[in-house]
Nanobody
């Protein structure tokens, strides 16, 4: 079974940067598609970015040019580098993983982390 644990959230000023990490257990990490979703208070969970097992990436339009998703299979860890943060980026950020990238994209992944809070405020 795959276990996912997010870290790196916190409070940052608008325009600042933050890097989230998602540490994964399991011997099949390298073949899983992975992604980040976020959920703001009173809002539905939404896709932020996704990365395939081969390293191909896709992003929601509102984070293109600001966020970068990456993975280090040797460390069983996925990252989300967030730059030029805006108050509207405030949310709980969740990592997810699934053998199928479609499941990751639409948010029905087999595995989810517990989430990490990101707050962008002056």
């Amino acid at each position: 079974q795959v276990q996912l644990v997010e870290s790196g959230g916190g409070l940052v000023q608008p325009g600042g940067s933050l890097r989230l990490s998602c540490a994964a257990s399991g011997s099949i990490f390298s073949i899983y598609a992975m992604g980040w979703h976020r959920q703001a208070p009173g809002k539905q969970r939404e896709l932020v970015a996704v990365i395939s097992s081969s390293g191909d990436t896709k992003y929601a339009n509102y984070v293109k040019g600001r966020f970068t998703i990456s993975r280090d299979n040797a460390k069983n860890t996925m990252y989300l580098q967030m730059n030029s943060l805006k108050p509207e980026d405030t949310a709980v950020y969740y990592c997810n993983a699934d053998p199928g990238i479609h499941e990751v994209v639409i948010g029905v992944s087999r595995y989810w982390g517990q989430g990490t809070q990101v707050t962008v405020s002056s």
